[in-house]
């Protein structure tokens, strides 16, 4: 993936003794990660004029979004949608299905044209805007020099630049006594390497990511059971859009266990099925098992002490407003800073960081998921919640920022966001509840764009 004339470019830069001033450093802006946030960081800097490569550890661009999160598994879910007929079977009746035996494959078919697609647009990008991509692993040596391990076999080179954006992205965290093997027992990122679909499977963990993939292998027809500490899900989501979801998984014969701590998951049968002890006494014997409890900063092999900076017990970089980490010239952006973790506000994060010290765009971060909550949640006729939770919810799109931002409050490894409470309105046709139609409490005005 490096390009052997940037190679040669680095080569040449640090050879050169004296520099000139703008020379002084290899790049003006180097970014560590190739996922939505470092992606807008390097294309921002890059418009701003300022000599910018972007480093990636993995063989292919992209990050977790394109790769093996955010875009595979809405695409998986739109395949799962589409080939089990699930939309239209309250018209054509519960047997109607466009294709009676769905294999892995014929999901993987979609996802794999997608992701594709969307790895040569961002390659496209970058290359448009003149950007270095550089193939390797990075690692700080100082505050303002970064060690690169090339995986093509180019050996190891240290680099210099004047500012530095971290946008490392999370990793799957796995107990060390669960023997993951990517196909038996698997994480959200193993879900494109699945060879084939179970006929039981048992979801450990109900965040966000385990309960998307729980759906859908009910969709399917999959018999899941869905097992999480907590006796609630999603705690920041409305109780009554919770209910609903709930008599949906049920409808899709999902068994809960709700409330239960996991003991032990280990495989039997010759490795051939998952066998999940919980602390209630309770086992639960499937043919796989989704292990999801969560995401941490991937920021274990980056030495950040050799710059100063300090994670987190869960990996991730405390920043300022402007998302500057404690060396003012390095920034953080994307989820390894945490809330909201999400594509559209990565990016966003991105490029205001790159925008630091020079004209600021306007200061607002989209909060919407990439997926219909409509599906995810069940037909649901909502009642009106508070603009608090519509917010979380992803509802409203654009959350002000002009407040202190990150707003920090965790709420069950969640941060609450700093949403104002919303304005009573002038009572209008089609809103019992006062507000206008369309109105946007976040919009000076109130008005949807
Ligand atoms: C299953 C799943 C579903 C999701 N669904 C949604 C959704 O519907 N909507 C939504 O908005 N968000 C969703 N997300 C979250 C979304 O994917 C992330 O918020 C987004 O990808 C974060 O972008 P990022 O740039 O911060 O990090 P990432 O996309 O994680 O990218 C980080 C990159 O940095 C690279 N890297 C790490 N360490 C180094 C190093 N030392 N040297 C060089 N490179 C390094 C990694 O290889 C990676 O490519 C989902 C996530 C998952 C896992």
Redesign the pocket.
Known sequence: MSDPAVLEFIEQATDQGARPARDAFDFDMLV?????????AAIQAAKLGKRTAI????A???????????????TLREAVLYLSGYREKNIYGASYAVKSQISMSDLLFRADHVIRNEIDVTNHQLRRNGINVLA????FVGDHEVR?EFFDGSGVRDVTAQNIVI??????VCDPSVPVDGQCIFT??D?LHLKDLPRTIAVVGAG??GL??ATMFAALGVRVTLIDKRDRLLPFVDHEIIDALVYHMRQNRVTMRLGEEVEEVARVDGDQRVRITLASGKRVNTEKALY?IG?QG??A??KLDAAGLTANHRGLLNVDENYRTEAPHIYA?????GF????????E??RLAACDGGPQPRRALPL????HSRDLCGRVQRRRPDARRRALR?GQGVLPRDRPWPDHRRFDGHAEADVPPRQPQAPGRGDPGGGRVGADPYRPGGARP
């Open positions: 560590l990660g190739s996922g939505p946030a470092g992606q807008r480093v990636e550890r993995r292919v661009i992209g990050g977790v979004c394109i790769n093996t999160g955010t875009i595979p598994s809405k390797a692993k990075a690692s690169l946008a490392v992205g999370r990793e799957v959200s990122d879900v966000v990511i998307e993939y999801c995401r991937a920021t092999d980056l952006v994307g989820d390894v800073i909201p973790s999400l594509a559209s506000t990565s990016m994060q991105g919407r998921h990439l997926h992803g």
